[in-house]
């Protein structure tokens, strides 16, 4: 069935510091795959996304990396800052197809220690 | 505000009674999507609408849920006799259909807890 992994459960960088979390996915039909920060207590908001078609993308200090062939994506954030700390939810989804619904990961609560 | 709006945000109940969820959709989005998010997970898919029509359902949705988007804009979810484990956070989404991969966004909630 759909599945998506996500590691790690949690993870705490110093500021400025790099943060790295990797999800893999079962359905080699998904072709996209977004990616979702969610404060405390807020809603889920997209932060990037990529397209099955595309290998990288970036977007200031973050960037999003997708293997197809191992099923892999990663979420990239550089220099981080105190205001990044939240979770991350990656997902995955088949595009243009009937629904599009998100298959989630479990989430990375990410800490930033200033 | 032109987001994505759930009522209430709030609700606890008794086990065995009925509650209703409402989502006003961003205006324009004719795809609208639930899902529930339990402590330390990511959402899960619930059921789908495309403008009235409800085109998909999760083996999750038992028979005590259903859900309406009756003149394509807002909908409710409803949950018969509820249970202990029905205790979550109810998101709504909605998105364009333009025919490809649309942004999903997400409404603020409601924290449905079962006494």
Known sequence: GENVEQHPSTLSVQEGDSAVIKCTYSDSASNYFPWYKQELGKRPQLIIDIRSNVGEKKDQRIAVTLNKTAKHFSLHITETQPEDSAVYFCAASKGGGATNKLIFGTGTLLAVQP | ?115
Not at chain 2, 10 to 16: A, C, L, S
Not at chain 2, 33 to 48: D, K, N
Not at chain 2, 61 to 68: G, N, W
Request: proline share 4%.
């Open chain 2, 1 to 115: 505000d032109t987001g994505v709006s759930q009522n209430p945000r709030h609700k606890i109940t008794k086990r065995g009674q009925n509650v209703t969820f409402r989502c006003d959709p961003i205006s324009e989005h004719n795809r609208l999507y639930w899902y529930r998010q339990t402590l330390g997970q990511g959402p899960e898919f619930l059921t789908y609408f495309q403008n009235e029509a409800q085109l998909e359902k999760s083996r999750l949705l038992s028979d005590r849920f259903s859900a309406e988007r009756p003149k394509g804009s807002f909908s409710t979810l409803e949950i018969q006799r509820t249970e202990q484990g029905d205790s979550a956070m109810y998101l709504c989404a909605s998105s364009r259909n333009t025919g490809g991969f649309n942004e999903q966004f997400f409404g603020p909630g409601t924290r449905l807890t079962v006494l």
